[in-house]
T-cell receptor, first 111, second 117 residues
């Protein structure tokens, strides 16, 4: 069985602070994919990134960066210089044949 | 592009009533899914359909039935609604479903908020 744990329930920061979201996963598969999704207050789910289990390179996209470490089964997500528009629930997810989600981390960015 | 369309967006039911949530995708995807979202629990898979003509149970299938009507449409039915089924339901689709090889991003609908009194 696969499992995704997001230990942080809520994070509150002041605008321009960096925020890191933790994600730890469990799977018996050697081939799998990890995802991050964002759910803003409007409720839709927005795809942010997909990484496969063979590619441990970190990735940066604008103010977003991801740190994938297979040795610790972690796929952490950092928002640099946070903005109010980053306020949302962020989900980490893992897939073999289906997508399993973590419980989500609510990020509140205060002006 | 409509993507994934769910109807209705909001519904209030009384305990014991039945209803069907409709989902349609226009991306020619093979696989479709129904999730429910509850506070503090993330999204949990109810049922999925790997391809037209097949359906399988997910984590929380009890109290639900599904129909993959054709490649585009995947409906979720509550035969006798219970207050525990109060939730936000998301339909999603992806190009393919594969054991250990699912590269497909899931595309989600906007969600359907269901309240059972």
């Amino acid at each position: 069985a696969q499992k995704v744990t997001q230990a942080q329930t809520e994070i509150s920061v002041v605008e321009k602070e960096d925020v890191t979201l933790d994600c730890v996963y469990e799977t018996r598969d050697t081939t799998y994919y990890l995802f991050w999704y964002k759910q803003p207050p409007s409720g839709e789910l927005v795809f942010l990134i997909r990484r496969n289990s063979f590619d441990e390179q970190n990735e940066i996209s604008g103010r977003y960066s991801w740190n994938f470490q297979k040795s610790t089964s972690s796929f952490n997500f950092t928002i640099t210089a946070s903005q109010v528009v980053d306020s949302a629930v962020y989900f980490c997810a893992l897939t073999d044949y289906k997508l399993s989600f973590g419980a989500g981390t609510t990020v509140t960015v205060r002006a | 592009n409509a993507g994934v369309t769910q109807t209705p967006k909001f519904q209030v039911l009384k305990t014991g009533q039945s209803m069907t949530l409709q989902c349609a995708q226009d991306m020619n995807h093979n696989s479709m899914y129904w999730y429910r979202q509850d506070p503090g629990m993330g999204l949990r898979l109810i049922y999925y359909s790997a391809s037209e003509g097949t359906t399988d149970k997910g984590e929380v299938p009890n109290g639900y039935n599904v129909s993959r009507l054709n490649k585009r449409e995947f409906s979720l039915r509550l035969e006798s609604a219970a207050p525990s089924q109060t939730s936000v339901y998301f339909c999603a689709s992806s190009e393919a479903l594969g054991g250990g090889a699912n590269t497909g991003e899931l595309f989600f609908g906007e969600g359907s908020r269901l309240t059972v009194l």
